[in-house]
Structures are given as structure tokens and as C-alpha cells.
């Protein structure tokens, strides 16, 4: 098999982790990037499993400095990028009065400026590989409320990113996607389930059930469905979509 790399970054837990793991039946050769490399090392070692060479990154990604040098290492290394899936970049959901400026930056800082400029570093290496990249957004980038305002804000502004950067992979033969997840139950969504459910006197199992409910679907997501959604986005069958924005919520988003 040719060797051919895939940078994941968020890899390190939830929609990241998920979908590094499932890379590793397509890719020869996976770039983990998260801010925690014990957890990157625990994914690691699941790829490797699967007979995959793994390079784990210790990185923050909302350094302006760090994007750069994830490429710079990982053309060191393996000499070529085939695929980058901008994942990192978890937001508060806090009430758009109670925002601080600096929760404000640091929502830009990493998801949207991190995925920016990795993106346009890994550019070259993309275009001469004909490569692809998907950009992870959210379903709030359609329905943005004061309850989580920088949560919709920004999701919204990763999917005209992405848009931008489709335009210009036309000319230059790099394909460009977004994704918006609707709710998932990652471990930080459980976590918040299971602080959330005894202040309101319910079981953390009912309270998986109420959000859903609540929200018009089923059930939660699972991060590994999210993960083929990703998998098939950067596969040759997905070749002539570019600068589409796929919604995978259960059936949230109730409008056409």
C-alpha cells in the first residue's frame, strides 16, 4: 500500500479519537494533535494495533506558532500529507451577557484560527498530494441562541472558512468540506450529564433520555458515526464533493 497521511487534530478523546481510529483502516500512517499527549498515547497505541505508524503531537493549537510546525514535523517524518481533519476547539456554552472577551478569543483561538492556519500551512503539501481536508463545525452554525451565542458564532464562521478554502481548492485540486454534528455524547457531554442530572434531581439515565427529547431526536449521536462520516469525506468515493456543509444531527435541524 502507498503510504499516505492523515493529521487528526482533537484526536486525543470524543469526534477526534473516534475518527483516528477509523482513518486507520485507510491510511497507512495517522498525525495525532491534541493538547494531551497520555491520551494521544492511549490512541496511539490502539492505531498501532492495526499495524498503522502513529506520530503523536503534543501541541496547542491555538499558539499562532504550533500549526506550522505540526506540518513541519510531519513532512520531516513521512514527506507528504494526503488529508487533514480540523477537529480540535471544544466551546463554553455560556449566555451571550455573560461572555467574558477572553472566552470570546480563546473560542476563536483554537477552532476557528487553529483550523485556519494549519489549514492554509498544510496547504502546499495538500496541493501536491491533491489532498483533502474537512473542518468540523456544529449544527448551531444554523441556529445560534444567546445560551451558547459563541458556540453558533463560531461554528458558523468554521463553515464560511471552509467555503473559502473550497473556492480555492478548485484551481489548485484540494478538496475542502465542513461537518456539523448535532449533539454527540462524547466524555464531555457525559461529564456534563452526570454533574448536570443530581442538581435537578434526576438519574444520569434520565437525563440522557430528557436532552434528546427535548431537542426533537432520538438520541444522542455516537462519536464513531460522526467518525464515518469524516472517513467518507476523505476517501476517493467523496472525490467530487467540495465546499459542501453536511448536517449529521438525528433530525434536529428541523428546517430545509
Known amino acids: 500500500m502507498t503510504t499516505s497521511v492523515a493529521i487528526v ?23 495525532l494533535v491534541a493538547r494531551s499527549r497520555d491520551k494521544l498515547e492511549a490512541v496511539a497505541e490502539e492505531i498501532q494495533k492495526q499495524g498503522r505508524e502513529v506520530l503523536v503531537i503534543e501541541a496547542d493549537l491555538a499558539d499562532p506558532a504550533v500549526p506550522g510546525k505540526v506540518v513541519e ?23 451571550l451577557f455573560e461572555m ?16 485556519r492556519r494549519l489549514t492554509m500551512a498544510a496547504w502546499p503539501a495538500l496541493k501536491e498530494s491533491k489532498g483533502s481536508v474537512v473542518l468540523i463545525s456544529g449544527n448551531s452554525a444554523q441556529f445560534p441562541k444567546a445560551s451558547y451565542a459563541a458556540v453558533g458564532t463560531i461554528n458558523a464562521a468554521i463553515v464560511a472558512l471552509a467555503k473559502a478554502f473550497s473556492d480555492c481548492g478548485i484551481e489548485d485540486g484540494v478538496q475542502v468540506n465542513s461537518v456539523l454534528p448535532g449533539p454527540v455524547m462524547t466524555g464531555r457531554r457525559r461529564s456534563y450529564l452526570e454533574h448536570w442530572a443530581p442538581l435537578h434531581g434526576m438519574s444520569v439515565e434520565d437525563a440522557t433520555t430528557k436532552f434528546p427529547k427535548d431537542a426533537g431526536i432520538a438520541r444522542y449521536g455516537e ?34
Not at 514535523?73 to 449566555?95: C, K, S, W, Y
Not at 472577551?101 to 487553529?114: C, E, N, S, V, Y
Open 73 to 95: 514535523e510531519t513532512q520531516a517524518r513521512f514527506g507528504r500529507i494526503d488529508a487533514l481533519l480540523n477537529i480540535a476547539g471544544a466551546v463554553p456554552q455560556i449566555d
Open 100 to 115: 467574558t472577551d477572553a472566552q470570546w478569543d480563546a473560542g476563536f483561538g483554537l477552532k476557528l484560527h487553529g483550523a
Open 223 to 256: 462519536p464513531e458515526e460522526i467518525a464515518e462520516l469524516m472517513a467518507f469525506l476523505v476517501s476517493p468515493r467523496a472525490r467530487w464533493m467540495t465546499g459542501s456543509v453536511l448536517r449529521m444531527d438525528g433530525g434536529e435541524v428541523k428546517s430545509i
Open 9 to 31: 487534530t482533537g484526536a486525543s478523546q470524543g469526534i477526534g479519537r473516534a475518527t483516528a481510529i477509523r482513518l486507520a483502516r485507510d491510511f497507512t500512517t495517522l498525525v
